[in-house]
């Protein structure tokens, strides 16, 4: 498998193009972003914790039926992922109120909701990602209702899987954001990355932050954090 030219550059990883058409090459990078870019940094070791991370919650999904973009790991930074086209939506969960539902909503940190709370934003950083609804993503031609059917379902399947599996690694899966893309045979797939970058984890015991929000408050031990997480899906 040979690497060739970039495709792309995102604020946390690369996407190279492959000698096969079918094949992409994505690597990992330290840099940190938060608040649409605004926050720059970087976090030592994230890109390689972040890829092995990925690699095994992509394949365990994987195992529980979720088709995904993984195919294998490469080298400690990057993995090679079947070819897709993004869908423009981020797609995020949530179990419990933290982060911009808080302030939007004046929901306090660490409540409970009755329900999971599905919601799309719109992938597009020179409008901050804006929260959109299932008529917005229709009326843009950013999915068809069909589509948008497979990617709910997905979603919620998703959460019901990684929901029970942290809880058994000892951690409070408190929302997440994943993509979806679709592949060269048309089928809807899972795809980006799942790590403590888009994900918000809580110690069962003691709450405290093992994700990206220690970065985002400026919490200290962030590659501790980071490093505990990877422990923790490795055991
Ligand atoms: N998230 C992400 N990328 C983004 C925005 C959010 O991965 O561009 C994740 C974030 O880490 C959290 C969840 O999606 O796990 C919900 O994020 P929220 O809307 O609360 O936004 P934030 O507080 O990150 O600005």
Not at 29 to 48: P, Q, Y
Not at 209 to 220: C, H, S, V, Y
Request: hydrophobic share 40%; glycine share 6%.
């Amino acid at each position: 498998m040979e690497k060739l030219e970039q495709l792309y550059e995102g604020k946390a990883k690369k996407v190279f193009k492959t000698d096969q058409p079918d094949a992409f090459i994505i690597e990992y990078k330290d840099d940190a972003t938060a608040f649409n870019g605004e926050k720059k940094g970087s976090i030592g070791g994230k890109g390689v914790i972040n890829n092995k991370m990925t690699g095994v919650i992509f394949t365990m999904l994987e195992k529980h039926g979720i088709p995904t973009h993984f195919v294998k790991i490469l080298s400690e930074n990057e993995q090679l992922v079947q070819a897709v086209t993004i869908f423009p939506l981020e797609v995020i969960i949530r179990n419990t109120a933290a982060g911009s539902i808080c302030k939007r909503l004046g929901l306090e940190e660490g409540l409970k909701l009755k329900a999971p709370i599905f919601e799309f934003c719109y992938k597009n950083d020179d409008f901050g990602d804006p929260m959109i609804n299932d008529y917005h993503v229709i009326a843009m031609e950013l999915a068809t209702p069909e589509e948008i059917e497979i990617i709910r379902e997905m979603t919620f399947k998703i959460n019901d899987i990684l929901k029970a599996y942290f809880l058994e690694k000892g951690i409070n899966l408190i929302d997440f954001k994943i993509e979806f893309g679709k592949n060269n045979r048309g089928q809807i797939v899972l795809a980006d990355e799942i790590s403590p970058d888009t994900c918000r984890f809580w110690d069962v015991k003691t709450n405290e932050k093992l994700d990206k929000d220690r970065f985002r408050r400026n919490l200290g031990n962030i590659e501790e954090a980071y490093e505990e997480m990877l422990k923790r899906v490795q055991a």
